[in-house]
T-cell receptor
Framework: EPEVTQTPSHQVTQMGQEVILRCVPI?????FYWYRQILGQKVEFLVS????????KSEIFDDQFSVERPDGSNFTLKIRSTKLEDSAMYFC??????????FGDGTRLSIL | QKEVEQDPGPLSVPEGAIVSLNCTYS??????FMWYRQYSRKGPELLMY????GNKEDGRFTAQVDKSSKYISLFIRDSQPSDSATYLC?????????????FGKGTLLTVNP
């Protein structure tokens, strides 16, 4: 069964550094999403992306964050100038039109 | 009032029991309702997907949506130890299921052999 794949599974970064989290969505899906889950808290929406542009973003998704689909298969989340509170699991998801979202296994981001 | 409320448990049941998991919500714009299962250190895995009110059954799993009460449920029959996981309810609004998902906090379920 096709799946969303995310790399790396664990990323450790010094505070203030930039990180790029990578995702390969399911191949025929057109809608892409990033969510995060801080330890012990709910899964929270960050951003959705369709037709090469952001379709919606949350209050969390400020100028520190950006997304990109650099080629036909990858979808990336860049976090600039990381802060301690950016430590979380980051999940990528994808979907077909009006179909449920399918999630990857996440990248655990640890900011030191 | 939180948009989606879900009792975090933990819930512990013997193998073979019927499990009932529930969420309430406040946003009447929600129309798409999902249940995801999340094993430790894994991503949410889609279990059930329903639109608007009604019931949907898939094997041992039944999802119910009551929009008038803003209440959704997931029933697991003949529960197995492999069902031990965190169960997340999620919902999205009138923009369709391509719209952002709002999650409950998740209920941790343990099924004891």
């Amino acid at each position: 069964e096709p799946e969303v794949t995310q790399t790396p599974s664990h990323q450790v970064t010094q505070m203030g550094q930039e990180v790029i989290l990578r995702c390969v969505p399911i191949s025929n899906h057109l809608y892409f999403y990033w969510y995060r889950q801080i330890l012990g808290q709910k899964v929270e929406f960050l951003v959705s992306f369709y037709n090469n542009e952001i379709s919606e973003k949350s209050e969390i998704f400020d100028d520190q964050f950006s997304v990109e689909r650099p080629d036909g298969s990858n979808f990336t989340l860049k976090i600039r100038s990381t802060k301690l509170e950016d430590s979380a699991m980051y999940f990528c998801a994808s979907s077909e039109n009006n179909q449920p979202q399918h999630f990857g296994d996440g990248t655990r981001l640890s900011i030191l | 009032q939180k948009e989606v409320e879900q009792d975090p448990g933990p819930l512990s049941v013997p193998e073979g029991a019927i499990v009932s998991l529930n969420c309430t919500y406040s946003n009447s714009a929600f129309q798409y309702f999902m249940w995801y299962r999340q094993y430790s250190r894994k991503g949410p895995e889609l279990l059930m997907y329903t639109y608007s009110s009604g019931n949907k059954e898939d094997g041992r799993f039944t999802a119910q949506v009551d929009k008038s009460s803003k209440y959704i449920s997931l029933f697991i029959r003949d529960s197995q130890p492999s069902d031990s996981a965190t169960y997340l309810c999620a919902m999205s609004g009138g923009g369709g299921s391509n719209y952002k998902l709002t999650f409950g906090k998740g209920t941790l379920l343990t099924v004891n052999p």
